[in-house]
């Protein structure tokens, strides 16, 4: 083969490796191009999402308060409470306890007091994910057992932690964090 050949089949394979790989580069141009349009509808799907997040987050903040002022309402006019309990819950001092023992707690202190008022503030939710949420408040109290002149009364920082199942939500702890003050007075004294 004389120079001449030996030119012509290097150039004729240095033009198809040129043209592979500018077919190649093409490729991975589209190839990477299309990864960017995904990756830009990834990221404004993602925003979406935070968005429809950040949403149901408030949904469910302002349920929660909402509950809590049912379930201050219910407590004041003595009603039952049951509809607002999960089957157990971590209640005060007394652990993890029947929903029913609850209910005889609860019915106990409504036979105490003649009088409940409750005043919730600064009232707080965390979201402690898999649908379960703390709300953090103030709770000012006073109580008043007027046959035997007695009064109680106080500020504490309570807890509720409700678990969303089946679109309720339903306190699965009830607790006091930090007692402000109390107070029991006999008020013939």
Not at 11 to 22: F, P, Q, R, S
Not at 54 to 70: A, C, D, F, P, R
Not at 163 to 168: C, H
Request: proline letters at 1%; glycine letters at 4%.
């Amino acid at each position: 083969m004389s120079l001449i050949g030996i030119f012509i089949v290097v150039t004729i394979a240095a033009i198809i490796i040129v043209n592979l790989n500018n077919s190649n580069y093409t490729n991975n141009t589209s190839q990477s191009g299309n990864e960017i349009v995904k990756e830009e509808k990834n990221i404004k799907g993602e925003e979406n999402s935070d968005k429809k997040e950040i949403e149901n987050e408030n949904v469910s903040k302002n349920n929660l308060k909402n509950i809590l002022n049912k379930w201050i309402t219910s407590i004041k006019k003595k009603e039952d409470l049951h509809q607002f309990y999960s089957e157990f819950v971590n209640y005060y001092k007394g652990g993890i306890i029947s929903v029913d023992k609850v209910m005889q707690d609860k019915k106990k202190f409504y036979k105490t007091y003649d009088r409940i008022e409750l005043n919730p503030e600064n009232i707080s939710v965390e979201n402690l994910g898999n649908n379960k949420y703390k709300l953090i408040y103030d709770k000012s109290f006073e109580c008043n057992n007027y046959q035997k002149a007695m009064s109680y009364n106080g500020k504490v920082k309570s807890n509720l932690v409700f678990v969303k199942a089946n679109d309720e939500y339903l306190i699965t702890e009830e607790l006091d964090e930090k007692v402000y003050y109390t107070s029991k007075d006999f008020l013939g004294d």
